[in-house]
């Protein structure tokens, strides 16, 4: 086992202020960016099932080290005449965001990240062709904060626009 993973799984052992600060910057940019809107569809990062929305419940978790949180994956029809929609599909499932073994990136890449994944997810939804059944969990990619490139927001955007990840998901990629 690494030391990364070892401090991920007992964070007593390792930074547990760093793992602190990198969990905040996480939430703060989820808070930031959730909603995301894109043509019919919605993405969503909603609470744990259980948490009382008075007590301000957080939209991640820890599991066996990784950074957890829920999505929810909205589609809607067009609107009608009266301007009102309709929900077509609600797709949800929990994905890691953030793996145990990145964990101890920098926050404010960390946050670069989020909000980087934020744009990237709105184009896909924008393209994505109306018969497309990605679940929320396809549109997330941890691994993204392995590469050593991108440091800024939109180099994560651009990052993940490519063909072998969000752009899979999109017509005319």
């Known amino acids: 086992m690494t030391r990364a993973q070892q401090q991920a799984d007992h964070p007593e052992h390792g930074d547990q202020a760093h793992g602190e600060r990198a969990l905040a910057a996480i939430e703060s940019a989820l808070r930031e960016a959730s909603p995301i809107q894109g043509g019919a569809r919605e993405l969503v990062v909603v609470t744990r099932m259980g948490a009382s929305a008075e007590d301000d419940p957080p939209w991640t978790w820890r599991e066996h080290g990784h950074v957890r949180t829920t999505l929810r994956l909205i589609c809607w029809d067009g609107p009608r005449g009266d301007g009102a929609r309709s929900i077509v599909d609600i797709r ?33 939804l924008e393209r994505m062709p109306d018969d497309c059944w990605a679940m929320p969990a396809d549109l997330v990619f941890p691994r993204i904060l392995q590469l050593k490139r991108p440091q800024a927001r939109e180099h994560y955007a651009a990052a993940l626009l490519v063909r072998s990840r969000l752009g899979r998901w999109m017509s005319g990629a």
């Open 92 to 124: 949800e499932q929990d994905a890691v965001i953030v793996l145990r073994e990145l964990i101890a990136t920098p926050p404010q890449r960390l946050r670069a990240y989020i909000l980087g994944w934020a744009d990237a997810v709105g184009v896909c």
